[in-house]
């Protein structure tokens, strides 16, 4: 499921220092938390997780069928998501508003993939997420995960606090708590932010997103269309919106490549792609990613002298990216 991000940090990377001015310790000894308050918050990770990974019997958001035989699921498994909602109620880790939270996700992803604005194929990754766990944001966790776990960067202001947790191999991973009746009991997980989760949903009449063939990777975004030739050739292209179906890319040389990608060759051609002016228009089409090459011949050529399957007439969504 998905994975989503919040304000504590713009990368994944260990934390090392302590920028705040309560009394957590970053190492693993609990004897190290001399705060009262810290070490709570620590035990409530703990706790957190060996729930996550050893008591819970249920998945998030599962999906069900009309017919046993369909291809596509038709929207959420709600005898299955109240048993879940039942099941994160009861373990006493959780305030009501990241159940409420955590139900609205669900209520969201169910009505539109009830209008088929998102196609969930049966066997397939949903159309959300990244494919890890909204827990963790991770794929795996480590052997004596529990004891690895440990705290950083806590912020406390009155009843609720902020804090990252990580278990030391570059995973940092944000939380808030709100203490109730002197429990404190989680508020929010990352993995469960709602605008981030809805933001991560692939529309099928969406062209912003990763697209590819059996050689390239295309990412279409709001502005520029990249182009991975390869991993170490990257160009970058402006792109012109016709509709929200359809762009034209725009030819030009902004490029991070370390080796010459042939895409300056004329090939003794008169009529080249030119910096500035359209070089193909993109349509999106039965989630298929249809190309049309303003300069066929210069692609037929490209594809003879340079590297075929580069240029192709259609792309596939990428699944995990």
């Not at 030739?229 to 991070?256: A, L, N, S």
């Not at 008169?270 to 500035?276: A, D, L, Q, S």
């Amino acid at each position: 499921m998905a994975a989503c991000k919040d304000v504590k940090t713009d990368n994944r990377q260990p934390v090392t220092t302590m920028a705040v001015e309560d009394t957590s310790s970053l190492k693993l000894n609990e004897n190290n938390y001399q705060d009262a308050d810290s070490l709570a918050l620590l035990k409530l990770t703990r706790k957190l997780y060996h729930w996550v990974e050893e008591e819970s019997k249920l998945g998030d958001f599962e999906p069900y069928l009309t017919e046993p035989n369909d291809t596509v699921y038709a929207g959420m498994n709600w005898d299955l998501h109240q048993q879940r909602l039942k099941e994160i109620r009861q373990t006493g880790l959780f305030t009501q508003s990241f159940i409420n939270n955590y139900h609205k996700i669900a209520l969201t992803i169910d009505k539109q993939v009830k209008s088929q604005a998102l196609i969930w194929n049966v066997g397939e990754l949903p159309p959300f997420g990244n494919g890890a766990s909204p827990w963790c944001d991770c794929q795996d966790v480590p052997d004596n995960y529990a004891d690895k776990i440990w705290i950083m960067q806590v912020l406390f202001n009155k009843d609720t606090a902020s804090y990252n947790w990580s278990w030391g191999d570059g995973l940092v991973y944000h939380i808030k708590v709100l203490k109730e009746n002197g429990i404190w009991r989680i508020d929010y997980m990352e993995g469960f932010d709602y605008n981030a989760y809805i933001r991560s949903f692939v529309y099928t009449n969406q062209i912003e997103d990763s697209w590819e063939n059996d050689l390239v990777r295309i990412d279409i975004g709001n502005e520029t269309l990249t182009l991975w030739y390869h991993g170490q050739c990257v160009y970058f292209y402006p792109i012109r919106k016709i509709d929200t179906q359809t762009v034209e890319m725009i030819w030009d040389r902004d490029m991070d490549c370390k080796f010459d990608n042939g895409t300056n060759q004329a090939f003794g051609l008169k009529r080249i792609p030119e910096k500035g002016k359209p070089f193909a228009k993109f349509t999106l089409q039965d989630n298929i990613l249809h190309a049309d090459y303003y300069y066929k011949e210069w692609v037929q050529q490209y594809a003879k002298h340079v590297q075929d399957d580069v240029f192709t007439s259609t792309y596939s969504r990428m699944l995990e990216h």
